[in-house]
């Protein structure tokens, strides 16, 4: 298929634009390690050949300055095809700075749309169905506020894996944890898959105590159970304790998920593509997790991951995230169904990712 570009020519990348946005939670929300109160998505879209890609992830406001100030320049000028190029020339600039993984996705989408091409179709399939489970549970919540969310994603969506947060106040409400843990199992019934996130906030003592009160409710992922930089501790647990452990999320480098494959410190590898360096360097840590013998698990922004995850053949599943998922639907046309368990993206043959901003519902929550 012919871009839209002059007769002959490849289609090159010749503007790249960022908004920042930032929108209220609907409750207050928390985890083991902080509480907030409102979300700032950065997004960007990178034109090239008549067509605009794309991209966006949850940080700080500043994610956009460095966007404008290091990275457009990079891109610009490049051809459209060659992500991975761009990947590594925006590495190379920002090596102080962080990893260019907003950029790398709306340029996956610009180049998927220019070739009329679901991404899906672009990188190759090896799924059709990818699985997700409800992620939410804020330790912020009460008792009625867990429960009816619970209830939403296993009954109304019939979503069987979900997800609550442990470890509060830095690991000093372990009688709480307990007694959101049991009532996260009455809430679910007989679903089969019970998830915690203690965001690193236990001790190592303290997360081998409490394992046995999670294998006890049939709590099957106790996710970074200690810091996921104590390596030595999460493999210390993992050793210990029947859940799985899992840890990954705040991976920035491929050798960040190397050192923390060789130690053996999970069972399941998480990485997220809005920090790692995009969905470039998200299928590579992907890569790594196979060759360990394991399988690896989208953290949050599910649709920036959805199309990657249908490529590897060693996928876990996605993590629906409440607050992710609300914004996603509120400023983007083409979001997935997540009922039965599972997204099917590309499957009505929409090219890139599928997303189109609503600018003008997004406008109201601008703040840069």
Not at 75 to 84: E, I, L, S
Not at 139 to 168: A, C, F, N, S
Not at 295 to 315: D, F, K, M, Q
Not at 316 to 331: C, K, M, N, P
Request: some cysteine; hydrophobic content about 40%.
């Amino acid at each position: 298929m012919t871009p839209p570009t002059a007769a002959g020519s490849e289609p090159l990348v010749d503007g790249v634009g960022t908004a920042v946005y930032t929108v209220p939670t609907d409750a207050p929300e928390g985890d083991g390690t902080l509480a907030w109160d409102s979300t700032t998505m950065v997004v960007v879209q990178v034109s090239g050949g008549g067509t605009t890609g794309l991209g966006y992830t949850y940080g700080a406001a500043a994610t956009a300055r460095i966007v404008e100030q290091q990275l457009a320049g990079v891109v610009t000028g490049r051809c459209a095809w060659d992500v991975p190029a761009a990947n590594e020339a925006m590495n190379q600039t920002v090596r102080n700075a962080g990893r260019p993984g907003l950029i790398d996705i709306a340029l996956w989408d610009l180049k998927a749309r220019l070739l009329d091409l679901p991404l899906t179709r672009l990188l190759g399939a090896s799924r059709t169905a990818v699985p997700v489970y409800g992620s939410g549970g804020f330790t912020t919540y009460d008792q009625h506020q867990q429960d009816r969310q619970l209830r939403h994603w296993v009954e109304e969506q019939d979503i069987p894996r979900v997800k609550i947060k442990v470890g509060e106040s830095w690991d000093r409400a372990e009688r709480r944890d307990r007694e959101r843990i049991a009532q996260a199992r009455r809430s679910i019934g007989d679903a089969p898959d019970l998830y915690v996130d203690a965001n690193g906030a236990y001790t190592r003592k303290q997360a081998i105590r409490l394992a046995g009160h999670l294998d006890g409710h049939g709590v099957t992922w106790f996710e970074e159970p200690v810091s996921s930089d104590d390596l030595d501790g999460l493999a210390q647990v993992r050793a210990a304790v029947v859940p799985e452990v899992t840890a990954g999320e705040y991976g920035y480098t491929l050798a960040y998920f190397g050192h923390m494959l060789g130690a053996g410190a999970v069972d399941c590898l998480q990485a997220d593509a809005t920090r790692c360096g995009g969905i470039t360097v998200w299928l590579r840590a992907a890569a790594l997790a196979e060759a360990a013998g394991l399988e690896l698990s989208g953290h949050c922004a599910p649709h920036v991951h959805a199309h990657a995850a249908t490529a590897i053949p060693n996928l876990r599943h996605l993590e629906w995230f409440h607050d992710h998922v609300r914004i996603e639907d509120l400023f983007f046309d083409g979001t997935l169904d997540p009922r039965g368990g599972s997204v099917r993206p590309g499957a009505d043959g929409t090219p890139g990712h599928g997303l189109t901003l609503r600018a003008e519902q997004a406008e109201q929550y601008r703040t840069g």
